[in-house]
Nanobody, 123 residues
Framework: QVQLVESGGGLVQPGGSLRLSCAAS????????MAWYRQAPGKERELVAT???????NYRDSVKGRFTISRNNAKTTVYLQMNSLKPEDTAVYYC?????????????????WGQGTQVTVSS
């Protein structure tokens, strides 16, 4: 069982930056994938970025060039650096963990999720 705790959300003006953190604990295997999803009010949940323990990273098109996913050296914490934030980035952001590097990264593929952290981009 893996537990995830997110932090770093908040209110920021358009064009500003935030850094989200997600600390994993419990039975973490070395071959894993971690991801950030988000869900805005009245909208479907969407994948933001993924990071494998092997170093592979992927992003949804709307955040490419603005968001960066990374991990600490122990690979137990994943970060999401968000720059040039826009009002449409407003959402609850969730961190997920799954075993392996399989290509499917649907919400249901992840065995553990954090509680979510609110990001609000508004002037």
């Amino acid at each position: 069982q893996v537990q995830l705790v997110e932090s770093g959300g908040g209110l920021v003006q358009p064009g500003g930056s935030l850094r989200l953190s997600c600390a994993a604990s419990g039975t973490i295997i070395s071959v894993n994938t971690m991801a950030w999803y988000r869900q805005a009010p009245g909208k479907e949940r969407e994948l933001v970025a993924t990071s494998t323990s092997g170093g592979s990273r992927n992003y949804r098109d709307s955040v490419k060039g603005r968001f960066t996913i990374s991990r600490n050296n122990a690979k137990t914490t994943v970060y999401l650096q968000m720059n040039s934030l826009k009002p449409e980035d407003t959402a609850v952001y969730y961190c997920g963990y799954k075993r392996g590097w399989g290509p499917s990264v649907a919400w249901a593929d992840f065995g553990s999720w954090g509680q979510g952290t609110q990001v609000t981009v508004s002037s």
